[in-house]
């Protein structure tokens, strides 16, 4: 159609990230005729990395993660969805939040995005290998000592590991300005990952959680358990792995619980340039609505960021309880800083404990190191 409505979207190249998107547009079409939304996809390296800035002027709706909004409330390359006569809506989209996902897309009190997905490192295992998922540390430790676990060490997830355990201590973790976190608790933390690690294969420092999972999932004599990972409802459902995976709360150092693990997920967010504002708002309210998020959303392969989901029968049925058996950790997550200059800490510093982790320097070294990436990221 000649006049029709055409608007571009960007999301993450996996099937959890596209295939609702794609599913909702072609719904949201069907009940709005001339109206088209095209979704395209970056990777998932790309999608922590690239600015929004970048994709603002290309792309009508953006998927994003929060620790961007920082920069976003500064250079206002995204439209603000508070103040637009959707208050109720907005209202009951905070109600219906699943741990801090709606407030992490808040920040200098306007709203970025709306939390369509949700997510934080939590446990997964092999329920034809071992009955239960540990739940303490020392636990953990001895399935490691067997060779049955294996956790994901990529730079950015051996950061969130770090953050999760020193937050799970109850560790202050970058919440002043001139110190990332106090000396000996980084120092106590570095240690509890390094002798993790004597225990793992190698190639864990190769693997994103997708690369764990899929390690887990499609390997007859693959690990039987992993910690910490982003969890992803698509490897417990019927049909998706050879092995299907089961999703627990993550475990606490001592007795401390799945405290602490860092929240993430995705929102959906509007381009200030947009030529169909309203289009679009209408489109995004929608798929962070409760009725789509436990509906078709989830259907398409979707893991909702919406609570009326996360408590849906048919939802939990179809992903061996994936809502209701990480919903403890997801409740006490941990909102990452979103200061304008964090993620230039989150690329450095990820790679220091990595290297850390490889070897290539000392414990001390790397405190060092983590401070001053933090100093250069704040000033």
């Not at 793992?200 to 887990?216: A, F, H, N, T």
């Not at 061996?320 to 909102?335: P, V």
Request: charged share 25%; with cysteine.
């Amino acid at each position: 159609m000649a006049d029709q409505v055409q608007l571009r979207g960007m999301t993450w190249d996996h099937s959890r990230g596209f295939d609702p998107m794609v599913a909702t547009s072609q719904a949201f079409g069907e009940r709005h005729p001339g109206v088209a939304i095209h979704w395209e996809k970056r990777s998932l390296q790309a999608f922590a990395d690239r600015p929004i800035e970048d994709m603002a002027d290309s792309y009508d709706l953006m998927v994003i993660d929060h620790p961007h909004v920082g920069e976003v409330a500064r250079t206002g390359h995204l439209m603000a969805l508070d103040g637009l006569g959707r208050d109720d809506e907005l209202a009951a989209l905070a109600n219906q939040s699943v741990g801090v996902s709606h407030r992490s897309y808040e920040f200098d009190g306007r709203q970025w995005a709306l939390a369509i997905d949700a997510a934080t490192p939590v446990a997964a295992f092999r329920a034809d290998r071992i009955e239960t998922a540990p739940k303490s540390w020392s636990e953990v430790l001895t399935l490691a000592r067997a060779g049955e676990v294996a956790v994901a060490l990529v730079p950015v997830n051996c950061l969130t590991n770090f953050f999760g355990l020193a937050r799970n201590l109850d560790f202050t973790v970058a919440e002043h300005p001139d110190q990332l976190i106090a000396r000996n608790e980084g120092h106590q933390v570095l240690e509890l990952m390094r002798e993790l690690f004597l225990h793992v294969d190698p190639r864990c420092l190769s693997l994103d959680p997708i690369g764990v999972l899929d390690w887990m999932g499609r390997s007859a004599d693959g690990p039987a358990y992993s910690p910490f990972g982003y969890g992803y409802t698509n490897y417990s459902r019927d049909g998706y792995c050879r092995f299907p995976i089961t999703f627990a709360d993550a475990p606490g150092i001592d007795k401390n619980g799945p405290r602490g693990t860092v929240i993430g997920g995705t929102g959906i967010a509007i381009s200030s340039t947009t030529e169909h504002r309203d289009i679009a708002v209408d489109y995004a309210f929608w798929v962070a609505g409760a009725k789509c998020q436990s509906g078709l959303f989830f259907e398409a392969g979707g893991q909702p960021g919406n609570a009326v989901a996360w408590e849906d029968d048919a939802c939990n049925a179809a992903s061996r309880d994936f809502f209701r058996n990480t919903r403890r950790t997801m409740e006490s997550a941990w909102l990452r800083p979103r200061y304008d200059g964090y993620m230039r800490l989150q690329d450095a510093a990820g790679n220091i404990i990595h290297q850390f982790l490889r070897n290539e320097f000392d414990i001390e070294t790397a405190l060092d190191r983590l401070q001053q990436s933090y100093l250069e990221s704040r000033s």
